[in-house]
């Protein structure tokens, strides 16, 4: 069964706070790893996508890096805009339309 | 470009009743899926379909069916509605280009009393 984990849930940063926060996975034959963005009341943005291990991907203050078994996504000098719940999702090769999520981390940044 | 679009954006129901979320997309994407979303929890995939005319179960599929109607279009129908089906429900269709990311529609807030 594949298995989704993200960590912290919560996470409160003060401006200028860089910080990381993990996705940990349990697939059989990883093909994509993805990062989403969810601001509230509204449906998760794409930010990256990440096909193999060592791969890193940026964008503005954030980097999304991929392990064998996690990936992580830093967030550098952070501000308040920001502030989301960031979800990791995954996608197996035996089963490339079926994407599963994380339960997401909460991000607060403080000015 | 009107992306992914959903209706109704917001629903009440009573125990027991039925009704038809509706999902459109005009990308031209092959694949699309329905999830649901708790407070404070993430995504879980309740059927998708990899093209038109298959349909799978996800991870949470009782108490749903789905259709899909043509490549646009992506219903999800709750037959008998339970107080376990309050939720947000998500419509979500896939680019299968280079990044093969999923572009997700605004959302239907579902209330069952």
């Known amino acids: 069964e594949d298995q989704v984990t993200q960590s912290p849930e919560a996470l409160r940063l003060q401006e200028g706070e860089s910080s990381s926060l993990n996705c940990s996975y349990t697939?059989?034959?990883?093909?994509?790893l993805f990062w989403y963005r969810q601001d509230p009341g509204k449906g998760p943005e794409f930010l990256f996508t990440l096909y193999s291990a060592g791969e890193e991907k940026e964008k503005e203050r954030l980097k999304a890096t991929l392990t064998k078994k996690e990936s992580f996504l830093h967030i550098t000098a952070p501000k308040p805009e920001d502030s989301a719940t960031y979800l990791c999702?995954?996608?197996?090769?035996?089963?490339?339309?079926?994407?599963?999520f994380g339960s997401g981390t909460r991000l607060s940044i403080r000015p | 470009n009107a992306g992914v679009t959903q209706t109704p954006k917001f629903q009440v129901l009573k125990t027991g009743q039925s009704m038809t979320l509706q999902c459109a997309q005009d990308?031209?994407?092959?694949?699309m899926y329905w999830y649901r979303q708790d407070p404070g929890m993430g995504l879980r995939l309740i059927y998708y379909?990899?093209?038109?005319?298959?349909?799978d179960k996800g991870e949470v599929p009782n108490g749903y069916n789905v259709s899909r109607l043509n490549k646009r279009e992506f219903s999800l129908r709750l037959e008998s509605a339970a107080p376990s089906q309050t939720s947000v429900y998500f419509c979500?269709?896939?680019?299968?280009?280079?990044?093969?990311?999923?572009?997700f529609g605004p959302g239907t807030r579902l209330t069952v009393l």
């Open positions: 990308m031209n994407h092959n694949s």
């Open positions: 999702a995954v996608q197996r090769y035996s089963s490339a339309s079926k994407i599963i």
């Open positions: 379909s990899a093209s038109e005319g298959t349909t």
């Open positions: 979500a269709s896939r680019n299968t280009s280079t990044y093969n990311e999923q572009f």
């Open positions: 697939v059989s034959g990883l093909r994509g």
